[in-house]
């Protein structure tokens, strides 16, 4: 079955760590995003990438970073320079700018 | 800037009474406005509106677009528990289409 599969489901980070959260789609969709979701707070854009080897900051993009060397792949790098990393993180594909949003089912990341 | 916003932002509500939920916008070139329902994890998908298509319906819940209020009513008609969820609303538009997302309206259903 075609979807976005994200990994791991929890994650947990110690101050001062780099963490990757994974995210694979098999539905041949050109462009893919990372949202951040806090209690309350709807979902924020971190990047997003409409095109292998080109993506693009979002609205909170400070302390992350991304790559997409493959139309499948679009992983998620937290860094140490994001302060306040704890939340609720959600990948998204579409098949081009626009249409209809597949979602992945997240991966929970606290600092500990 | 884009803007979303949604309200409420929660609600409770009985089985079987009738929710509207609201959504407005403030959206260059605007797009499609798209309805989503989050209830643990991965928001599923709803209705998309467009200029063309400005009224959908599936089962108990319908959504309409008012283009000229720039804004979007999600209806639920004779609630369940299983409604009890986050929806979210989303807009398409500005340079890059990429969607802005409202902060939610939370939705309980008690039996």
């Known amino acids: 079955d075609g979807g976005i599969t994200q990994s791991p489901k929890y994650l947990f980070r110690k101050e001062g760590q780099n963490v990757t959260l994974s995210c694979e789609q098999n539905l041949n969709h050109d462009a893919m995003y990372w949202y951040r979701q806090d209690p309350g707070q709807g979902l924020r854009l971190i990047y997003y990438?409409?095109?292998?080897?080109?993506?693009q900051k979002g609205d909170i993009a400070e302390g992350y970073s991304v790559s997409r060397e493959k139309k499948e792949s679009f992983p998620l790098t937290v860094t140490s320079a994001q302060k306040n990393p704890t939340a609720f993180y959600l990948c998204?594909?579409?098949?081009?700018?626009?249409?209809?949003?597949?979602f992945g089912s997240g991966t929970r990341l606290t600092v500990v | 800037e884009d803007k979303v916003v949604q309200s409420p932002l929660s609600l409770v509500v009985h089985e079987g009474d009738t929710v509207t939920l609201n959504c407005s916008y403030e959206?260059?070139?605007?797009?499609?406005l798209l309805w989503y329902k989050q209830e643990k994890k991965a928001p599923t998908f709803l209705f998309m509106l467009t200029s063309s298509g400005i009224e959908k319906k599936s089962g108990r819940l319908s959504s309409i677009l008012d283009k000229k209020e720039l804004s979007s009513i999600l209806n639920i008609t004779a609630t369940q528990t299983g409604d009890s969820a986050i929806y979210l609303c989303?807009?398409?538009?500005?340079?890059?289409?990429?969607?802005?997302f409202g902060r939610g309206t939370s939705l309980i259903v008690h039996p």
């Open positions: 989303a807009v398409e538009g500005g340079g890059s289409y990429i969607p802005t």
């Open positions: 998204a594909s579409s098949m081009d700018r626009g249409g209809g949003y597949t």
């Open positions: 959206v260059t070139n605007f797009r499609s």
């Open positions: 990438s409409q095109i292998v080897n080109d993506f």
